[in-house]
């Protein structure tokens, strides 16, 4: 199932390589430029509403041993996508890893994962190809979806139809890796209900949240992973849904929300396929947890530095965030969603989320 | 012990009882009791020592008739024993000689001489002939030819232990191969336990001795080393004491030796670094400490009560008053022009000016007159006696008026005026009540004067009056003070005394003197070092350094050292050192010697070597060696093993090491450098092929070419050839960081070459083309070189002044 997109992949990987070749044709030094991936390089983009990187860039150059290594390691794994686009199979970022033991040269293969990991996200910024798109997956899968939306996947053994509710079990429907497979047909949603833990997202389930409200309730799991933060931005972009980002009220879980909205530092190169500038943070807030009087734990050493990092990153300099940030030093606490259920099981699904949502103006 | 002594008093025959019981200690009780001191404590070591006995001797008897030495050393076992021959090509030694030198302990030239030798005693061969005979009970056989005699003298003698005199047992006339030489063979009770030492033995005389050929034959083993120079080492020459060396003792047996009557020619005669201007200062100094000097006082001047010339006037009699006046106006005056005078100064200007009046009044001034005048005056000066009936308080009003200037000069303003009076007050009657009228003094005298003083001035003024001010008293005074013209003792005078024997060495001690000069000393001289270490050790690095002569006790000494690394000198543990002395040897006693404790001591990671804890000997593949030639080596015993811990030799131990270490680290810093460059460059030339090979394949394009690249990343110098047309094109980029100055040449077979650029040469060999050009490519920089070759021309080139590591060629 050779598409367009795998050979225009293919085609930008082969170029890289090029690049590189002719660099040694001319007698010059093989060089990659990246841009830096730090916190003090990315900068905002007016036009796009995301978080992108600046004009700060890192050489790999093949001057040094490990320069030489890193680009050797490259063009090895260059090889290995091409391969794999004419095959048209995939493989996971893990087994790239393994992979490379099966490498003949020493110095081509990966030390970790860490650095094979590191190395797609390289191909990717230069290729200005996804890593879907080189059909690389992560290890763990995609988030999961539940509500009034009637999708077809392309899947390997055919399209299939899928209604979110209907055709689904509690579970929901589990977004596979490349969610550019998936085509919106029809849905009856009102908006889009990102939830930080499993537990809140099975609650919500199991009182009817999705049905009662038309919410297409999406679970993170933690960290989103790309593809559940790729959906999420199409069900805005394509669907015109508000999306609202339902996750603890402590610095982690603002992160979780940060990189829903405005993309995470290391894969800032894609921000403006994956962040959702308009989400909105539905809480918990620290606003709630005073308003709501819920029960809390103290503050520990590493959440004062992590909520002050965040007051520094550019992401969160906004007036909400700086006075929610500020509140919370200020009280010294944070709370779990499910901290809600001090109030009883539905207390969430009851009051506080229409509550939250009128307040926001969704509802 | 009182009765012990009564009873020696009331025996009288006790002195003759013990009496009996002395006797001369022989020779062979002597050599017991001092084996160890001399070397041979055990078989093994023994054998060690006289090996090394026999071939310093060889040695030291090849150079001084300037033969280079060729010396065969042969171990054989011999029954219960070993028999030792050594065989040297030396001038051999005469008839009437040879017995004394083997056979007689103590009999030597070099005892007396100031002159690097390797044996300094003569105590060595004759005590390894000693050795074997006491050991073994066979004579010692000798065989020696001089040079153009027919026939060689064969000895065998044994030393008779109570006399000290050789005995020849036999003596005949024989034959031997070699033309000259000499040639010994004894048996001795020995053991090879000291193989090891031996054998380092022979090797390291073979490393400081590249002029001579040493061959060593031993039951289980045969060690030949060949000679590397044909310079044998400076002639050296033999020279006087420095006067900064000599021993009381010494001192004491050089005065009654001489033939000088005077001191100052026995200085100059006896001692090297003396002429007649030293002499002087040397006799000035003995003068001030033999006779001490006398204190100068301020003349009254004319307006003062104690008038000069009224007590002249008052001393002369019967003289006619106007010679009487003329005398004693004219000494006046002529005082007036002192600062400061002495007795004998005013005695001589009596002199003077009496010898004038006398001529010109025609009358005498006979010496009582002369002597009254002095003392009048001298009383005058110090303003004493002769009438002057001072109350207490007010005597020697003169002498604490000028002492007070004194002590005021050097005294800090700290000490108030009381303080500073009160010291002139006590310490002007030491000097006026002194027992010698004249106020001569030694500055031990003044010294105690001032203590006194001083310590009542504290004790009654309350006052402090410290060492340094003191001493600073002292020193003012004793530099008003007038040095004597007294002629020094003579000679003898002063070597029967000896007091005054130790004035004298203290005088010479005390003097300024120049260095002995070092033509007495034969360095190996760092070339050869270098060279004889080469010999030796298969290293990849090899530094020496000589130092200039510096001296010890009178003795000059020059201390040597190298360094050998890497290569195939043993890597594992610590590294090897070498100690020499004047080209000899040390191989025992390693931990007690001074050059062992300073390389200890030296920071040898500060010249990138592996040294544990950051001192002790240190690790890897190093030779270290020292050499230390002196005309008097400090050993710490007779058998010569260790250098004394002398500060001055150590210092330059530690100076000529660091000194070839510093070419080490150099070394080892451009070699790590150049290591890293060579790991890098292995490493990319695995990686970068690859990478090209895998670009090849995934591009689909034609085989890639990498050594530009290579060259470039390695900040290498590149050279390329490129061809247009008729044209050969050489391209020299220097992508490193510092000029590279190469010379190119490109051998051009099959057409001849035409148009070359620069400052290319061009010469033809047997149908082949040399094409050189020398050019300096600064950093960063590109030149190239170009010449017109027809189309079937075949090149070769080559690029010298470059290390390989540093230089890519394509071409």
């Known amino acids: ?363 | 012990m009182t009765s012990h002594q009564s009873q020696l008093g009331g025996s009288e025959g006790i002195a003759e009882e013990l009496a009996e019981s002395q006797r001369s200690i022989s020779i062979a009780e002597f050599f017991e009791k001092n084996k160890h001191m001399l070397g041979f404590d055990s078989g093994a070591r023994g054998l060690v020592t006289a090996v090394k006995e026999a071939v310093d001797n060889a040695l030291d008897a090849c150079e001084e008739a300037g033969i280079a030495p060729d010396v065969y050393v042969e171990i054989q076992e011999a029954g219960d024993y070993y028999r030792l021959i050594v065989e040297d090509n030396g001038p051999g030694i005469t008839k009437e000689q040879l017995p004394k030198v083997f056979g007689k302990l103590l009999y030597g030239s070099r005892f007396h001489k100031r002159e690097q030798n390797r044996g300094q005693q003569g105590i060595g061969i004759s005590a390894a002939v000693l050795y074997s005979q006491l050991t073994s009970g066979k004579p010692a056989k000798v065989t020696s030819r001089t040079q153009g005699s027919a026939d060689a003298e064969y000895f065998e003698l044994i030393i008779d232990t109570d006399t000290n005199e050789p005995e020849i047992d036999v003596e005949e006339t024989t034959s031997w191969e070699r033309p000259h030489g000499t040639r010994i063979e004894l048996e001795m009770e020995a053991n090879m336990r000291a193989r090891n030492q031996l054998h380092d033995y022979i090797k390291h005389t073979a490393v400081v001795n590249p002029h001579a050929r040493i061959e060593l034959r031993e039951p289980s083993e045969h060690m030949k080393y060949e000679r590397v120079t044909d310079q044998l080492p400076e002639e050296t020459e033999e020279i006087r004491p420095h006067p900064h060396g000599v021993e009381l003792g010494t001192l004491i047996k050089m005065l009654d030796a001489t033939d000088s009557y005077s001191v100052s020619g026995f200085l100059q005669g006896e001692f090297t670094r003396v002429g007649g201007k030293t002499a002087d200062s040397v006799i000035d100094n003995f003068r001030d400490r033999h006779y001490g000097r006398e204190m100068a006082w301020t003349p009254p001047k004319a307006h003062e009560d104690a008038d000069v010339a009224r007590a002249l006037d008052a001393a002369v009699a019967n003289k006619g008053a106007d010679a009487t006046a003329e005398f004693a106006d004219r000494v006046s005056d002529a005082l007036d022009g002192y600062e400061r005078v002495a007795h004998h100064e005013l005695a001589a200007l009596v002199d003077d000016v009496a010898d004038d009046v006398e001529e010109k009044h025609d009358t005498t001034f006979g010496s009582t007159v002369r002597e009254n005048a002095v003392e009048a005056g001298w009383n005058a000066v110090v303003g004493a006696g002769n009438g002057v009936d001072a109350a207490d308080d007010q005597e020697y009003e003169r002498l604490r008026a000028d002492l007070y200037g004194m002590i005021d000069e050097v005294t800090t303003t700290q000490k108030d005026d009381a303080t500073i009076q009160g010291l002139a007050d006590r310490l002007a009657p030491k000097f006026g009540d002194a027992e010698d009228h004249r106020h001569r003094f030694t500055r031990d005298e003044i010294r105690e004067f001032v203590r006194r003083a001083a310590d009542a001035t504290e004790e009654y003024d309350d006052a402090t009056f410290g060492e340094t001010a003191r001493e600073n008293v002292v020193e003012i005074i004793w530099e008003a003070a007038e040095r004597v013209p007294d002629e020094p003792p003579n000679v003898n005078e002063i070597g029967d005394d000896r007091d005054v024997s130790s004035q004298l060495m203290e005088a010479m001690r005390e003097t300024d003197i120049i260095s002995p000069p070092t033509d007495c000393l034969a360095p190996i001289n760092a070339e050869l070092i270098e060279e004889g270490l080469r010999k030796e050790y298969d290293a990849d690095f090899f530094a020496a350094s000589t130092r200039d002569a510096s001296v010890h006790g009178g003795d000059p000494f020059i201390v040597e050292a190298g360094l050998a690394y890497g290569g195939d000198v043993e890597a594992e543990g610590k590294a090897e050192v070498m100690r020499f002395a004047n080209r000899v040897p040390l191989v025992y006693q390693r931990g007690a010697c001074a050059t062992t404790d300073v390389v200890k001591n030296i920071n040898w990671r500060n010249y990138n070597l592996d040294q544990p804890g950051g001192s002790g000997i240190p690790n890897g593949p190093v030779v270290i060696m020292v050499h230390i030639a002196s005309t008097n080596v400090p050993f710490t015993s007779e058998s010569k093993d260790a250098v004394a811990n002398v500060p001055e030799l150590e210092s330059e131990i530690e100076l000529a090491m660091r000194e070839a270490a510093r070419e080490l680290k150099s070394f080892l810093k451009k070699r790590r450098s150049m290591q890293q460059r060579r790991e890098k460059q292995d490493k990319l030339a695995t990686i970068l092929p690859e990478m090209a090979e895998k670009l090849t394949q995934v591009t689909g394009s034609d085989e890639l070419d990498i050594d530009d690249t290579l060259a470039r990343i390695m900040n290498n110098v590149l050279v390329e050839r490129e061809r247009d047309g008729d044209t050969v094109r050489l391209t020299i980029e220097n992508n490193s960081d510092r000029a590279a100055d190469v010379e190119i040449t490109d051998i051009v077979a099959g057409s001849e070459p035409v148009l070359a650029n620069g400052d290319a040469s061009v010469v033809e060999m047997d149908g082949e083309w040399f094409v050189k050009w020398s050019t300096s490519v600064s950093s960063g920089d590109e030149t190239t070189l170009e010449y017109d070759v027809g189309d079937d021309a075949e090149f070769e080139i080559s690029v010298e002044g470059l290390e390989s590591e540093r230089l890519t060629i394509d071409a």
């Open chain 1, 1 to 363: 199932m050779s598409t367009d997109t795998d050979a225009d992949a293919r085609e930008q990987l082969i170029d890289l390589a090029e690049e590189f070749y002719e660099q040694f044709e001319d007698g010059d030094v093989p060089t990659m430029q990246i841009p830096t991936r730090t916190k003090s390089n990315i900068e905002y983009d007016e036009d796009k509403n995301v978080w992108v990187y600046g004009d700060r860039e890192s050489t790999r150059t093949a001057k040094t041993i490990s320069g030489a290594e890193k680009l050797l390691k490259a063009t090895y794994t260059i090889d290995f996508l091409a391969g794999q686009l004419d095959d048209d199979r995939s493989s996971t970022l893990r087994e790239l890893y393994y992979l490379s033991e099966s490498w003949d040269l020493d110095e081509a293969q990966f030390n970790s994962q860490d650095e094979s990991n590191n190395l797609i996200e390289d191909l990717e910024i230069v290729s200005e190809v996804k890593r879907e798109d080189f059909h690389m997956r992560p290890e763990e899968s995609g988030a999961k979806i539940m509500g009034p939306l009637l999708l077809r996947e392309q899947t390997n053994r055919g399209d299939r139809e899928i209604h979110c509710q209907d055709d689904v079990g509690q579970g929901g429907y589990q977004i596979p890796n490349n969610p550019d497979t998936i085509e919106f047909l029809d849905n009856d949603a009102e908006f889009v209900l990102c939830v930080e833990t499993g537990g809140m997202r099975d609650r919500l389930v199991e009182n009817g949240f999705d049905d009662e409200y038309d919410a297409l309730v999406v679970h993170l799991g933690g960290q989103p992973a790309r593809a559940t933060r790729r959906i999420t931005k199409r069900l805005h972009d394509e669907l015109d849904l508000p999306v609202v980002v339902f996750a603890d009220g402590d610095p982690w879980s603002y992160r979780i929300y940060g990189s829903v909205a405005y993309g995470s530092i290391k894969s800032a190169h894609l921000s403006e396929y994956l962040a959702t500038p308009e989400a909105q943070y539905i809480g918990i807030q620290p606003e709630d947890i005073v308003e709501y009087d819920l029960p809390t734990d103290p503050l520990s050493d590493s959440d004062v530095n992590a909520l002050e990092s965040e007051l520094e990153d550019p992401r969160f300099q906004t007036d909400y965030w700086e006075e929610q940030i500020e509140l919370q030093l200020d009280i010294g606490k944070k709370s779990e969603q499910q901290s809600l259920a001090s109030y009883g099981l539905d207390f969430v699904t009851d009051t506080y989320l229409p509550e939250r949502l009128e307040e926001m103006g969704i509802l």
